[in-house]
């Protein structure tokens, strides 16, 4: 299938980190702050969910968020997720189906850590979903700037400078 034609069918839109994603869950509950905890400003939704495309042009650039974010493949090559974790640990995982080479077709980004994502094969897409719990909201949302990571992370300082914009 088309990257064009998968992008008009499940009606995705630019994403602001890279890639193309649509909002497909929010759930109707929702946790109060006082439950959540300081690292929150309001209260969050049980869980939310989005469809999330990514092309082998593009990248999702560093970020974090303050929930776990759940990934799962669905279509196209495998996606590496690109995790950079509060001890400096820098660990790449790939989420697709050949299990053979360590795929996985589900994998975890822990609250807290700083992650980004790039296709795996050239010339090629990734369709996948991404499940944030308590819901995500952009308040939580914190998008890297090179400069500031790299020096908190000097020996990652090659692939983030490849994984951000800013």
Known sequence: MEIRTIIEWLQLLPHPEGG???EVYRSLGNIPQQALGPQFSGSRNYSTSIYFLLTSENFSAFHRI????????YQGSAIRIHVIYPNGEYRPQDVGLDFEVGELPQFVVPAGCWFASSVKDADSFSLTGCTVSP???FADFELADRGELTATFPQHAQIIEQLTRI
């Open 66 to 73: 303050k929930q776990d974010e759940i990934w799962h493949f």
């Open 135 to 137: 819901g995500f909201d």
């Open 20 to 22: 193309f994603y649509r």
